[in-house]
């Protein structure tokens, strides 16, 4: 999440109080951008403006899962470099496995 978005929404009226946040919310609805912008506003924690906020009726919207399609043209061993991979993982393991991990030299 970028600090902007959470700086710019706060000035908002709507995030001012979640009595504010209620009654401009139409959907019935609020996502978890939301939490953090009221969280950031009213220095209360989340868990209670989420109980709060149900407590009004209102549902916790589900965050959608990325997914990304692997084609023709992708590389069929991206398991270390490609999307989804930690790049700071260290290797594939052969080091501990020829038993050189904890050697020096």
């Known amino acids: 999440m970028e ?8 000035k908002m009226p709507e995030y001012q109080s979640v009595e504010s946040f209620v009654d401009d919310n ?7 951008l939301d939490l953090n912008v009221l969280n950031c506003v009213l220095r209360r924690p ?17 965050r959608q899962n990325e997914q990304s399609t ?20 260290g290797g ?6 020829t038993g050189f991990a904890g050697r020096r030299g």
């Open 3 to 10: 600090t902007k978005t959470v700086a710019y929404l706060s």
């Open 46 to 62: 989340i868990r209670d403006i989420k109980a709060e906020l149900e407590s009004y009726g209102l549902l916790l919207q589900l």
């Open 92 to 97: 594939s393991g052969a080091e501990q496995v």
């Open 26 to 32: 139409e959907s019935g609805q609020f996502t978890h």
């Open 70 to 89: 692997r084609g023709f043209t992708s590389n069929s061993n991206d398991r270390w470099s490609g999307p989804g991979s930690c790049q700071s993982h």
